[in-house]
């Protein structure tokens, strides 16, 4: 994201980070070593962390996640869970999904049953959970899915992964996945 703003690709905007995502960047800033090169060499040799910057705010309490829903001003959110089973983006989704100058782009897979594959199918009025109740959406904002991208590590990326760590460990559990690739 720094970098298409420094390059001008894309507007001054502030880009609200939220969720997990906050102390996977956390990781991220803490190993740089474990980076892929590019964003490696940045951090390392340029002194350059592409998880800070003027306009990144990170979402770490109610009133940032009311500034980032409430503004008036085009931001981009970026929240956890990418399923929309649970997470920030239930907040955010019950709050700008009825606005059609809003869009909701997922990244990558989206299980089948979730609310975000529902979405990413076309359904267009859902129910979400507000307190104790229900509440019926009309979804207004356009939705996108952006292929190309995962959280998840391939089996060879995994074991390549493992092959750095020191100490090695005896046992390995995966705990998300599918089931032949993870038991290999």
Excluded: C
Aim: glycine share 6%.
């Amino acid at each position: 994201m720094n970098t298409a703003l420094k390059e001008k690709k894309i507007p001054e905007i502030p880009v609200y980070v939220d969720g997990m995502i906050y102390e996977v960047t956390a990781l991220y800033t803490e190993y740089p070593e474990l980076l892929a090169k590019p964003v490696r060499d940045q951090m390392l040799y340029q002194g350059e962390n592409p998880f800070i910057g003027p306009n990144i705010v990170y979402v770490n309490d109610e009133s940032k996640r009311q500034e980032a829903i409430y503004s008036q001003s085009p931001a981009v959110i970026v929240s956890t869970s990418g399923m929309m089973t649970g997470g920030p983006i239930l907040e955010y989704f019950k709050h700008l999904a009825e606005d059609e100058r809003n869009i909701l782009g997922f990244v990558s897979y989206q299980a089948p049953g979730t609310l975000a594959r529902r979405l990413a199918e076309g359904e267009r009025e859902v129910e979400v959970r507000e307190d104790s109740s229900t509440r019926r959406v009309k979804v207004k904002m356009d939705v996108a899915s952006i292929e190309g991208f995962t959280g998840h590590s391939t089996r060879s990326e995994l074991l390549q992964f493992l092959k750095y760590l020191r100490p090695k460990p005896k046992t390995v559990v995966f705990n998300h996945g599918s089931l032949r690739p993870s038991s290999a």
